[in-house]
């Protein structure tokens, strides 16, 4: 079955004057345009494509790469506006629609706003919307604290940020362990914190405990390595220095510099830290 809003492998059937016509095991027959075969395909070789309405309403395929898929999320520039709605720049030639139903507040041109791809029941369309809780899912059995996982920063609260886990699950990030700059839309790397009794996610950018003190330590080392040997921090340091130099705590920084002073890495100055050669 051809699946719009997602990647299908298919088979070329025929060349015509178009395009090539792909289909599926189940009989199921889409035009791929001229503009998007690739070069070397045949007859009966597969293809992997994505599957959208084109501006005439008809299923296409493209080989061309979306910024999001059906059931995901991302954060997309807005394009244009009109009395349907806001337009998103998400990778194809349509540009994607988010009802005025669908926004949270009224969408900008210019702005970057987090959606989430679905098909409307009624037309069959793929569209977008920023009202994002009623699809993110509460059960999460999947997940196990300190499991490094996909975050997408979605919005900024008075506690830090909220984010979206794996595509699937709602998360808080701690303002006061942030070590290094995040905004809405970044796509970055976490860990599982906690998962409460409530459902509720805490995570974190850093991985937690002695894995989480090796890392910094490396990063520490890495830095000596780019200084010549040395940097002007101590245990007296002002966190905001320490920030500064490396993105991490201050915590961070004496339980790393305190895993290479253990394996003789590094020398304890009145002045700074020193690489032993």
Known sequence: ??????????????????????GDQ???????????IPEGIDINDEIDVFVYRDSEDRLIATTLEPRIKLNGFASLRVKDVNDF????????????????????????????????????ETTGRL?????????????????????????????????GYNVIINQKYKGLLYKNQIFSVVEPGDEVTGYIKH?????????????QGF????????VVLDRLKKNKGFLPLTDNSSPEDIMDELQMSKKTFKKAIGTLYKQKLIVLEDKGISLLS
């Open 1 to 22: 079955m051809i699946e719009i809003g997602k990647h299908n492998r298919l088979i070329v059937l025929r060349n015509t004057s178009v395009g090539l016509y792909l």
């Open 26 to 36: 189940e009989g199921q027959d889409i035009l791929l345009p001229i503009k998007y």
């Open 85 to 120: 709605g806001a337009f998103l720049d998400w990778g194809l030639e349509k540009d994607l629609m988010v009802p005025y139903r669908e926004q949270t507040t009224r969408m900008r041109v210019g702005q970057y706003q987090i959606v989430y791809l679905y098909v409307d």
């Open 127 to 159: 569209a977008a919307t920023n009202k994002l809780d009623r699809f993110l899912e509460e059960e999460s059995e999947d997940l196990t604290e300190g499991q490094q996982v996909d975050l997408l920063v979605w919005t900024e609260t008075d506690l």
């Open 195 to 207: 998962v409460r009794e409530d459902r509720k996610i805490d995570v974190s950018l850093q991985q």
């Open 211 to 218: 894995a989480n003190i090796e890392v910094n330590a490396q």
